[in-house]
């Protein structure tokens, strides 16, 4: 079926370990990104892409690293996980230009940091 | 920074009648798109509904409206009829037409009672 996998659907990390959300979408979309979704906050941007070696910053980056090398791919690094990072991760992507295109989710990553 | 309010942190329904989630927003853009996602316990992040703001007709999908008072900055998703399947949290979200940070309410849960 088209559209967008993550992998992994959980995690649990130590604080201190490096760990890599995977997120892939079919459907040639040039925009992507990732989200986190915290306990009364919403979804709230980390990163995204325009397209292949393309990324920007969101409205909370820090602790979090991405790149594009294709379309289709576009992971989300942990460095050094820390607790403030337990949260659920959602990747998304959509047709670029205009922001009526919608976005299509995946099923989301739930990571909780020990 | 466009902030999107969410008031009601929980709401209730009877099986069949009708409910109102509001949604606030800030923005000084003219431009721009709005959006009511569902999240059911599944966690995927389900489309409801699409406006965008240089259309003054309200968006309609079958048993889902919104009322989209672009004056006073206001986009509340009407569910008509409601299902024991519309159970879940419903984000509202704002998106400029010129940048790529899709904005989020914290969030509306709703219980539809039986």
């Known amino acids: 079926n088209a559209g967008v996998t993550q992998t992994p659907k959980f995690q649990v990390l130590k604080t201190g370990q490096s760990m890599t959300l995977q997120c892939a979408q079919d459907?040639?979309?040039?925009?992507m990104s990732w989200y986190r979704q915290d306990p009364g906050m919403g979804l709230r941007l980390i990163h995204y892409s325009v397209g292949a070696g393309i990324t920007d910053q969101g409205e909370v980056p820090n602790g979090y690293n991405v790149s594009r090398s294709t379309t289709e791919d576009f992971p989300l690094r942990l460095l050094s996980a820390a607790p403030s990072q337990t949260s659920v991760y959602f990747c998304a992507s959509r047709q670029g230009g205009s922001g009526a295109n919608v976005l299509t989710f995946g099923a989301g990553s739930r990571l909780t940091v020990l | 920074a466009q902030t999107v309010t969410q008031s009601q942190p929980e709401m209730s329904v009877q099986e069949a009648e009708t409910v109102t989630l509001s949604c606030t927003y800030d923005t000084s853009e003219n431009n721009y798109y709005l959006f009511w996602y569902k999240q059911p316990p599944s966690r995927q992040m389900i489309l409801v509904i699409r406006q965008e703001a240089y259309k003054q007709q309200n968006a309609t999908e079958n048993r889902f409206s919104v009322n989209f008072q672009k004056a006073a900055k206001s986009f509340s998703l009407k569910i008509s009829d409601s299902q024991l399947g519309d159970t879940a949290m419903y984000f509202c979200a704002f998106m400029n037409d010129n940048n790529n940070d899709m904005r989020f309410g914290a969030g509306t849960r709703l219980t539809v009672k039986p």
């Open positions: 459907m040639n979309h040039e925009y």
